[in-house]
Nanobody
């Protein structure tokens, strides 16, 4: 069983910064992709940023130049540094991990419980 524990959300004024963290623990043999998604009220969950094991990163156009994703492989932890925050960044942010619990298993998707980010104008 794998658990994802997120932290770092909160309330911040527009233009401010927050850093989200997500630590994966439990039965993890390998992790290929770590990512952050977000879901605003009344909207679908959307990909914010993704980081593969090879170092490839993807960002939604709305956050390019403002958000930076990084990971600590030794700690199975992914971070999202969010700068120049805007009110439209307000959402619940979810951590996502794609990995294998054992060498012989298929890949599984695991999700965090979500952390609220609120940006006031």
């Amino acid at each position: 069983q794998v658990q994802l524990v997120e932290s770092g959300g909160g309330l911040v004024q527009a233009g401010g910064s927050l850093r989200l963290s997500c630590a994966a623990s439990g039965s993890i043999f390998s992790i290929s992709t770590m990512a952050w998604y977000r879901q605003a009220p009344g909207k679908q969950r959307e990909l914010v940023s993704r980081l593969t094991s090879s170092g490839t990163t993807n960002y939604d156009d709305s956050v390019k130049g403002r958000f930076t994703i990084s990971r600590d492989n030794a700690k199975n932890t992914v971070y999202l540094q969010m700068n120049s925050l805007k009110p439209e960044d307000t959402a619940v942010y979810y951590c996502f991990v794609l990995g294998r619990p054992s060498p012989s298993s298929v890949s599984y998707q695991w999700w965090g419980q979500g952390t609220q980010v609120t940006v006031s104008s």
